[in-house]
C-alpha cells in the first residue's frame, strides 16, 4: 500500500487550492452518441476538469478502458487552451485488476501521490459534477483540525421545506427515486454508527453523493496519528462465510473508496472532525432528464433501489465489525496494520437478524 511519509501537519496553515487535487475516474463508452449517457456526462466532465485547472487545483483521474477515445482527444484540446496549466491534470488508462468504483478511485489517488506529492488535500468526486464553484468553501473547511469535509445539499430536510431561498434547489433536482433512496440511507447508516456507540449523537451526513474533501497529510484522529487519505487505499476481504451472493454491490465496490471512511474515522475518536458544508448543489438537468426518460428509468430505478438495500448492508458489517474489534481490544491495530500493511482490512459478515448493534440478540 503506498502512504504518505509520516511528516508533521501544519494545523495552522491554512490548505489552498493549489494545494488541492481533484481525484477520479471516468467510463465514458457512447461518448460520440449525441444524447447519451455518455455524451452529456462526457462534455460535462471535460468543463469540470478545465474549470478546476483554471481554479489552480490539480486533476488526476483514471479512465476506464472502454471509454472512446474521442473523449481524451477532445479534452487534451480543451487543455491546451490552458497553456502550462495544462501541466496540473494527469490521467492513466484503468488498470483492471482493481478495477470498479472503489479500485478505480484507489488508482487516482495513488496517480495524485506520485504526480502531485505537494498536494495536501484531496476532493474525491464525480467528475461530471461541476462542483468547482464550491472548492474554496470546501477546502478552507478543512482547515484546522478538520480531517473530512461532505457536502450538505438539503437532502434531509423534509422534503416541503425547502433549505435555500429559490425553489430549485427543492430535493437538489435529483430523480425521486434518487432522492427518496438516499435520504433513507442517510437515516439507516447513521442510526447504525450511534446504536454501535461509534458517535455521541446521530450524525445524518449526507454521504450519499459521494463527493470527499479530505486531509492527506498526517494528522491526530483521537489518540492515532494516520493520513486520512489513507482510508481511501484500503480494501476490503471478507474471511469466514461469505453470503453476499445475491448481493450486487460488494464491500469492496463502492464503500471502501467513499462510505467506509465514516464509521471508521467516528470509531477513532474523530466524530468531530468530520463536518459537512451547506452546498447549493444542483444536479445536472440534463443528467435528471437523461435518467428519467422513459428509455431509462427503469434501470436506473432498479439501480436505486439495489442501493437502497446493499448499502445500508455494507455499513451495518463495518460498523459491527468495529464494534467487535473494540470488544476484543484490537481496535485500532488492527486498522494500522492494514495501512502499514499489505492496505486489506478482513472483516466478516454479520446477518442483521442474528446480531444487534445495541448488543441484544
Sequence with gaps: MEKMENLPIKETSPISLEETCVVGSVFFKDYQTEGSEGNV??????????????????????IAPDTDPKFIQDLKEELGNLGERSENVVWRIEDKEDGGYSGSRRQAVQLAR??????RAYIMQELEKNLTGNYEDLVAALSGNKALIMMNRGVNVPYNENPWP??????????????WGERHQNIVMANQEKAAGLTKENHFWDRLNGTRVIRNEPM??????????????????????????ERTYKTDFYSA??????????????????????????????????????????KFKEKRLKHKVDLPKINFDMVANIKEWKKEGVWPSVLLEAINGDGVLKINNFQEGEYSLTGVI
Design 41 to 62: 456526462r462526457g462534455h460535462e466532465a471535460i468543463d469540470s476538469v478545465t474549470n478546476a485547472v483554471k481554479k489552480g487545483c490539480k486533476v488526476a483521474f483514471v
Design 220 to 245: 491526530e484522529i483521537g489518540d492515532v496519528m494516520i493520513n486520512p487519505s489513507d482510508l481511501f487505499l484500503l480494501k476490503y476481504e471478507y474471511i469466514g462465510v461469505y453470503s453476499e451472493a
Design 166 to 179: 429559490d425553489a430549485d434547489h427543492l430535493g437538489a433536482n435529483l430523480p425521486p427515486e434518487q432522492f
Design 257 to 298: 473508496s467513499t462510505y467506509n471512511m465514516v464509521p471508521i474515522l467516528e470509531s477513532l475518536g474523530g466524530e468531530d472532525q468530520i463536518a459537512e458544508l451547506p452546498i447549493k448543489y444542483l444536479h445536472s438537468e440534463k443528467q435528471r432528464q437523461q435518467e428519467m426518460s422513459p428509455g431509462a428509468r427503469t
Design 114 to 119: 506520485v504526480a502531485f506529492p505537494e498536494s
